[in-house]
């Protein structure tokens, strides 16, 4: 890339089930204040916004960044918008790394959101068409099926998305922001949850949340004063595949492959289990850890669900995934991705507080979306590339 | 209104249901497909380069970027390739929950689809299952997958799962 690029400030709202307390303009407010703040700059120092959410028909507001821009300070400024389904949080963060990267703005700030209590994903996701059968429940129902066949490829016993439905809301409990906040969590207690799309009961999903994500990134020359050091950009990769094609590998798709062989070819990343010292991963569905642990090269194909076993991507464990609580316990969806990107930030600046793994240097941050279909991805780190 | 009011909640939320019909208008190969369900029968396309046959019918392959023409008459049977037990309610949904919704792989097909697995407990269905549609009577067909009721188990022996691990 031309120009360096950093994280200089993030933000995020409380996430919960219902934030009624602010309308949608005053959710994305919030957490834009909050980034500011962290990169101690005002709203004249941004150049552009960049913003992304999932789908306009969730809450059933075409283009919603129109209205939104005054509450971003956005007026007079070039504004963006992304879409690109669950993953456009990710991706929403590296259009706006692009746009420094690429010399055209030195500070940008970027937003992603969603407020589910105003929306109803479920319906928006199951609407029925007349070339295919009225069965699809929403991104479970989508999912369950893969997930069926993950367990068959590779053999995995049943207890291991369990053991993803614990660590991470037993993670969650570190971080004051996310929804979920179950203290008496255990392996027992998923279990004797509902058996909502066999084979994934309710504790082996992801809840549904209102909130916000920001993050002011800056080239080299603009990084100011923040309270805390860069997070900087040192790789970042988009990719994606049609959802329907003949031969699709829809356990592990292709696109997540080369979209991290490009992001870790970008970063010198060469074995990510011992390079990457910290992970947040979208896994919204307990199975995606190992799925994505294998998708994402961190373990052999077949493997993964050892590594979830064994313990490495718990906080103590040799490869901590999604130490935030990850998706699992937070997930308003258009910002899902962009947490997962800010939290790799957040690690490598040191800022994460009691969910911080000491010493983090390189961070991975992923999204994906649709029928895992599209994908994003960015390593940070604590030294300039 | 005053929420301070003797038993009264201030409103901060109103539902407003809206209902939207739309007019679906499909493409050459989408309609090729959705006059074949009108009359009984699966229609898909075959690529020219890769051989590999589509359905729905798609009026391209995905993978070569070219036109698919040539027109393929399905079989009514098929394998299931994965699946899951759907329990969960939502607005507007068709059918009484729990049911199993699987990925059938029609005979001849390169694809699955999605289909509703009927006549079996939902704990009996199996990945490699062998299914048969179970079409609508004849009067109520039309150009829509609701013209097939669901899938059912043919009582054959299941698929090996090598033969279909690639659909997955
Ligand atoms: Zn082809």
Redo the contacts between chains.
């Keep these: 890339m031309a120009e360096r690029c950093a994280v200089v400030g993030v933000g995020q709202t409380l996430l919960r089930s219902k934030r009624?307390d602010v309308s949608i303009p005053g959710l994305v407010r919030e957490a834009a204040k909050a980034a500011l703040a962290d990169a101690g700059v005002g709203w004249d120092d941004i150049d552009a916004v960049v913003i992304g959410k999932a789908p306009d028909m969730f809450e059933?507001t075409m283009m919603p960044e129109l209205s939104l821009a005054p509450a971003l300070g956005a007026v007079g400024k070039p504004m963006f918008r992304v879409h690109t389904a669950g993953s456009v949080g990710g991706s929403t963060a590296l259009v706006a790394a692009h746009l420094v990267a690429a010399g055209i703005h030195e500070r940008v700030l970027t937003v992603a959101y969603e407020k589910q209590?105003?929306s109803?994903a479920?319906?928006a996701l199951?609407?029925?068409?007349?070339?295919?059968?009225?069965?699809?429940?929403?991104a479970?129902?989508y999912f369950?099926?893969?997930?069926?066949?993950y367990m068959?490829?590779s053999g995995a016993p049943e207890h291991i998305g369990r053991i993803v439905a614990v660590k991470d809301r037993l993670n969650a409990l570190k971080n004051p922001y996310a929804h979920l906040h179950l203290p008496d969590i255990d392996l027992k207690m998923v279990e004797e949850s509902?058996?909502?799309?066999?084979?994934?009961r309710y504790l082996e999903a992801c809840p549904s949340s209102d909130g916000a994500a920001a993050m002011v990134l800056a080239s080299e020359g603009a990084l100011g004063s923040p309270a805390f050091p860069p997070a900087w950009v040192h790789g970042m990769a988009m990719r994606s595949e049609?959802t329907?094609?003949?031969?699709r590998?829809?356990?592990s798709p292709r696109a997540g492959r080369e979209c991290v062989a490009d992001v870790f070819g970008q970063a010198g990343v060469t074995r990510p289990r011992e390079q990457i010292d910290v992970a947040e991963v979208y896994v919204p569905f307990s199975w995606y850890e190992p799925m994505w642990l294998e998708n994402l090269g961190f373990a052999e194909p077949g493997e993964g669900w050892k590594l979830t076993e064994s313990g490495a991507t718990a906080m103590d464990g040799d490869i901590p995934w999604n130490c935030s609580g990850g998706v699992l316990s937070s997930n308003p969806i258009g910002a899902s991705g962009m947490l997962r990107f800010l939290e790799a930030a957040m690690q490598v600046r040191g800022q994460a507080g009691e969910h911080q793994i000491d010493g983090a240097r390189l961070a991975l941050g992923h999204a994906y979306g649709g029928g895992s279909q599209f994908f994003a991805m960015w390593v940070v780190g604590a030294a300039k590339p | 209104m005053s929420g301070a009011e003797a038993g009264t909640q201030p409103v901060t939320v109103l539902e407003t249901p809206i209902h939207l019909d739309y007019v679906f208008t499909p493409g050459i190969a989408q309609s090729i497909f959705l006059r074949g369900l009108a009359r009984g029968v699966f229609l898909g396309q075959r690529c020219p380069t890769c051989g590999k046959v589509y359905i729905p019918s798609r009026g391209s392959c995905p993978v070569d970027g070219v036109a698919t023409d040539e027109v393929v008459e399905l079989p009514d049977t098929g394998i299931v390739t994965t699946y899951c037990v759907v329990n969960v309610p939502f607005a507007g949904q068709a059918v009484e929950i729990p049911y199993t919704c699987a990925q059938v792989l029609l005979d001849g097909a390169n694809i699955s689809f999605m289909g509703l697995i009927q006549e079996v407990p939902a704990d009996q269905v199996r990945m490699g299952m062998r299914v048969e549609a179970v079409w609508v009577p004849p009067d109520e067909l039309g150009p829509s997958l609701a013209s097939v009721k669901y899938f059912r188990p043919t009582g054959e022996p299941d698929a090996l799962y090598e033969s279909y691990e690639e659909y997955l």
């Design positions: 009624d059933g209590s105003d109803d479920m319906w199951s609407v029925p068409q007349p070339f295919s059968a009225p069965l699809l429940a929403g479970g129902g369950a099926p893969h997930i069926r066949a068959r490829r509902v058996m909502l799309w066999d084979p994934l049609p329907m094609f003949a031969g590998d829809q356990v």
